[in-house]
């Protein structure tokens, strides 16, 4: 089945010490996005990729980055992980931009010590 | 920054009846998107509205898109105790922005 696959589903680092989440897709959509949700809220989008073209929301922290080395696969790099940025990171895909379903991965469940 | 007002926040109700949720806002949407979240797991898509007035049925779920553009409700009806989660109504202002706009969620419980 077509899908997003997140890796790893839960991972814990230490304050201050890179990380890095994965994302990789079957459905060969043009647009991918990674969501930030903490707890009881909703998802926070931190930016997207449309192909190669990448579009970063305006309050996403300098912390945050993103590559995406090919259509499938995207990653979320945290250079210096702080207790606030624990959270549910979640990678979304769509075929276009405006007008298109959004389709989810199940998410990285990010643990800072 | 735009705002989608999502309603009821919580709902506690007992398995086989009905439940309505109903997201507003006041601006205008393109797309309505209603997901469903278990604890832990991503937002599985439900329903896409993409008209004003269009509605669609999803087995048990319903959901219309308003016809000011304004709003969207969704519906499930006889409720199963598989129903619990929380449900995210969200919309995108326009075809050329992929941006989704969550609303706050509505929190099902059932009661068997």
Same mark, same amino acid.
């Given at each position: 089945d077509a899908m997003v696959i997140q890796n790893p589903r839960y991972q814990v680092t230490q304050f201050g010490k890179p990380v890095t989440l994965s994302c990789s897709q079957t459905l060969n959509h043009n647009v991918m996005y990674?969501?930030?949700?903490?707890?009881?809220?909703?998802?926070?989008?931190?930016?997207?990729?449309?192909?190669k073209d990448f579009n970063n929301e305006a309050d996403t922290p300098d912390n945050f980055q993103s590559r995406r080395p090919n259509t499938s696969f995207c990653f979320l790099d945290i250079r210096s992980p702080g207790l606030g940025d624990a959270a549910m990171y979640l990678c979304a895909t769509s075929r276009d931009l405006g007008g298109n379903e959004q389709f989810f991965g199940p998410g990285t469940r990010l643990t800072v010590l | 920054g735009q705002q989608l007002n999502?309603?009821?926040? &919580? *709902?506690?109700?007992?398995?086989?009846?009905?439940? &309505? *949720?109903?997201?507003?806002s006041s601006s205008i949407f393109n797309?309505?998107?209603?997901?469903?979240?278990?604890?832990?797991?991503?937002?599985?898509?439900?329903?896409?509205?993409?008209?004003?007035?269009?509605?669609?049925?999803?087995?048990?779920?319903?959901?219309? #898109?308003?016809i000011t553009r304004k709003d969207s409700f969704l519906n499930i009806s006889a409720s199963i105790p598989?129903?619990?989660?929380?449900? #995210?109504?969200?919309?995108?202002?326009?075809?050329?922005?992929?941006?989704l706009i969550f609303g706050k969620g509505t929190k099902l419980s059932v009661k068997p």
């Open positions: 990674w969501y930030q949700q903490k707890s009881s809220q909703a998802p926070k989008l931190l930016f997207h990729y449309y192909d | 999502q309603s009821p926040q &919580s *709902m506690f109700i007992q398995e086989g009846e009905d439940v &309505s *949720m109903n997201c507003t797309t309505w998107l209603w997901y469903k979240q278990d604890p832990g797991e991503g937002p599985v898509l439900l329903i896409a509205l993409y008209k004003a007035g269009e509605l669609t049925s999803n087995g048990r779920l319903t959901a219309q #898109f308003g598989s129903d619990v989660g929380i449900y #995210f109504c969200a919309g995108q202002l326009s075809r050329s922005q992929g941006n």
